[in-house]
């Protein structure tokens, strides 16, 4: 294929383009160039997608088979991208959120479920859910049945920049005892990034159309299966001392939110770790075993350090507090 990746240097776009590029395919990106480099055997446009003009000019004769979008911010950049490319691509895949759906999600929902607002000609950015509705929108209005909307769940694996896997990584690291949230038998459902990538790029070639929960099975594995992973990836001999959620609470410490455990009051939701995704599965995604997710983004982390947080990423200090967290530990 001749595969157009809007972005590409950074967490999913990263993988995608490490996936097309190991399937043989022609990659172009374009970004501003002033992140990574480009990968060797990508064509690197240079445009600001905010600058109509400037996306007009970097795309000006080419044409692609498939273009794969994971912008995030205000929704007119889509719909501008779109309309540019509407008659130089066949096929656009838009990579979105599971958060388009409407709260509270209901255990089991699938993609029938009810959708939240959106405005494809939005300049706002700031709400998540209504930004990537926007997103998809704008896709749909210039693609239609040429387009596959990917609404993604927790992704993890190498190049997270939100401040899950690397934080847990590199706290383990450290030893000693280490806070941990309960109730440990918490089911998480997520999928490595490199499968998805692998997904988007198999689905791109198929022409596949439509809308997708892309996430893994919901009950894969558990918060006390991912932790203990990791500590073996790490070679880590800390203890894990875990810790219900309103003793955390109670000194500040909001661990377990950046795994979707508790919500900000504190209550435990429901839906986020049971979607149905058996329509995924359908159409063809494979999951690769948890270690290895957790071994190779451990390696990623050794061999290029802590990437820059994500501007819609978690904060740790909000739950992590080290001070507050030695005196718990003290306490208990």
Request: charged share 25%; proline share 7%; glycine share 10%.
């Amino acid at each position: 294929m001749k595969l157009l990746v809007l972005g590409g240097t950074h967490h999913v776009g990263r993988a995608v383009v490490e996936s097309a590029l190991a399937r043989g395919d022609e990659v172009t990106t374009l970004n501003r160039g002033v992140s990574r480099p480009p990968a060797p055997g990508v064509r690197a446009l240079i445009a600001d997608r905010t600058d109509p003009a400037a996306m007009k000019a970097a795309l000006d004769g080419g044409a692609w088979d498939v273009v794969i979008d994971t912008w995030y911010l205000a929704p007119r950049v889509v719909r501008d991208s779109a309309r540019l490319l509407a008659d130089r691509a066949r096929h656009y895949v838009y990579v979105s959120t599971r958060g388009v759906y409407s709260w509270p999600w209901a255990p089991g929902d699938d993609e029938s479920a009810a959708l939240v607002d959106g405005d494809p000609d939005s300049e706002d950015g700031s709400d998540y859910a209504a930004a990537k509705r926007g997103g998809e929108l704008a896709v749909l209005e210039s693609f239609g049945e040429r387009s596959l909307l990917a609404r993604a769940g927790m992704i993890l694996g190498p190049y997270e920049n939100v401040g899950r896997i690397p934080w847990w990584l590199r706290r383990l690291e450290k030893g000693g005892r280490v806070l941990a949230p309960d109730p440990r038998d918490t089911p998480l459902q997520y999928l490595d990034v490199r499968d998805m990538a692998d997904w988007l790029v198999g689905s791109a070639e198929r022409r596949l159309g439509g809308s997708y929960i892309v996430t893994g099975r919901p009950d894969d594995i558990t918060v006390e299966e991912l932790l203990t992973t990791a500590m073996e990836v790490t070679g880590s001999t800390a203890e894990l001392v875990w810790t219900p959620y309103d003793v955390l609470a109670g000194e500040g410490l909001g661990l377990g939110r950046e795994l979707s455990m508790y919500m900000p009051d504190g209550s435990r939701p429901v839906g986020i770790n049971d979607a149905d995704t058996s329509a995924v599965f359908d159409a063809g995604l494979t999951v690769r075993p948890l270690r290895d997710t957790l071994a190779d983004t451990w390696a990623w982390l050794q061999a290029e350090g802590d990437p820059p947080p994500h501007p819609l990423g978690t904060d740790p200090s909000n739950w992590t507090d080290p001070v507050a967290e030695q005196r718990l530990l003290a306490r208990l």
